[in-house]
């Protein structure tokens, strides 16, 4: 008699939900922590003749060497640190913690944060160790360095600034995390274009840390490209679970072809941070919105009836993310992403009429 895939999948993996991606069809969509203004015509047209001229039909260049020698240069890269290329900074989660999920090892991170810091660990059967945040989202040092005391992980995951709340940590603290650890601390930065703060010139400081970043909110995402620097005496392991061929033709190519205008994201991101500013201030005069400080893309509010609230934009043409009910420091909260001026415009106007129902 044949089984149920309930007897034959593992027990942690049934008991997960998926991670969900609503459709956005027709939606003003700020959801994601998107770039969104696209590329100039002009760079689109060079871009599709480079594509249109790749070898499809051979693998990819599997150090992706060529793209590295760019990203080392855009991202600043300190001379002596390695680089690993992922498709997507999911995937070098993954990576990471495959290759430290011996027999009883932990992973740590900080919550709420990135989802797919504890869903991954479930994926690769490694035990999860989630340290709350301060109320107001700050880092309680002393609890972290507790846990670490107590759980010895093999891997600890920092996003800088953090996911869904947007705030940086404080400095000194993730330096004393980076001292107690006994493992790799993997600073996240994937919304560095943003915060004006980065650990990658630490690299050398700490041996132990590692930067991870990815261009899908510098207005790639599409590509699907993440990377992290640090040390090889890690990372030449980690890349022993990299699958062959991981950044396809397209990625490479597309991905150095953009970087060579990278002022041209800069400029995008700059104009991403000025519509935060006025988008934060904005929220802050709506009656029973409570709206969080960003250094990311994306504002955290919170509204009494965020499950209300989410649906009665949603009827009025705008996406945002529901994060009530996922973490329950995040009740009533949403997160909106920063989108173009007339995107930003039509959501507070949809809001005002939501919460003013």
Partial sequence: ??????????????????????????????????NPYRLPAELQA??????????????????????????????????GMDLLLGNGSDEIIQMLTMAAARPGAVVLGLEPSFVMFRMIAAFCGVQFVGVPLKPDFSLDTGKVIAAIAEHQPALVFIAYPNNPTGNLFDEEGIRRILEAAPGMVVVDEAY??????????????????????????????????????GNSAWLAHVDKVRLPYNVNV????????????????????????????????????IAGIQAYPSDANFILFRAAGAERVFSGLRQRG????????????????????????????????????????
């Fill in 46 to 79: 060079e871009v599709a003749q480079m594509a249109g001229s790749a070898p499809l039909n051979r693998y990819p260049d599997p150090g992706a060497v060529q793209l590295k020698a760019r990203l080392r240069t855009v991202m600043g890269i300190p001379d």
């Fill in 192 to 229: 560095h274009a943003f915060a004006g703060k980065s650990f990658m010139p630490r690299l050398a400081d700490h041996p132990n840390l590692l930067v991870m970043r990815t261009l899908s909110k510098s207005g790639l995402a599409g590509l699907r490209l993440g990377l992290i620097a």
């Fill in 1 to 34: 008699m044949s089984k149920k895939p309930e007897d034959i999948i593992r027990s942690e993996i049934v008991a997960l939900k998926a991670y969900h991606v609503p459709d956005s069809a027709g939606l003003v969509k700020l959801d994601a922590m998107e």
């Fill in 318 to 357: 705008v996406l945002i993310k529901n994060l009530h009910g996922s973490h329950p420091a995040l009740t009533d909260c949403l997160r909106v992403t920063v989108g173009t001026p007339e995107e930003d415009t039509r959501f507070l106007a949809a809001l005002k009429e939501t919460v003013n129902l």
């Fill in 250 to 285: 397209l990625t490479q190519t597309v991905a150095e072809k953009a970087l060579q205008h990278h002022d041209l994201l800069g400029l995008q991101a700059a104009a991403i941070r000025a519509e935060r500013a006025r988008l934060y201030d904005e929220l802050g005069r």
